[in-house]
């Protein structure tokens, strides 16, 4: 199970991005996410006629590693890690700080 899926807001805690919140857009794989807003690069692209693409730079955004994010919680204000629970027979995720179950 994973601790951080997608729809979650995050908060970035290293790199260039330090700081930031933006929302999980998807898992690239078991370790790394896209993150809206987030580590953003310039491409240089090739245009592709039988793709119907025009050619320049345009924004791309790249993965990050889930360690250097962390689940923000909204009635702090703060980022918090998260726990896996068993509640009747079921697994559930957790804040760590507040207790407070999230939504699956």
Request: negative net charge; aromatic residues 0%.
């Given at each position: 199970m994973n601790k951080i899926r997608k729809?979650?807001?995050?908060?970035v805690l290293n790199g260039k991005f330090k700081g930031k919140k933006?929302?999980?857009?998807?898992r690239v794989n078991d370790e790394y996410?896209?993150?809206?807003?987030v580590n953003i690069v310039k491409k240089h692209q090739k245009p592709n006629p039988m793709k119907?693409?025009?050619?320049?730079?345009?924004?791309?955004?790249?993965?990050i590693h889930q360690s250097n994010v962390s689940l923000f919680d909204k009635e702090t204000g703060k980022p918090s890690r998260v726990a896996i629970k068993q509640m009747d027979g079921k697994s559930v995720r957790v804040l760590v700080k507040t207790g407070a179950q999230l939504a699956n």
């Open positions: 729809g979650d807001e995050v908060l933006g929302v999980v857009l998807s996410l896209l993150v809206e807003g119907g693409d025009v050619g320049g730079v345009v924004d791309k955004t790249m993965p």
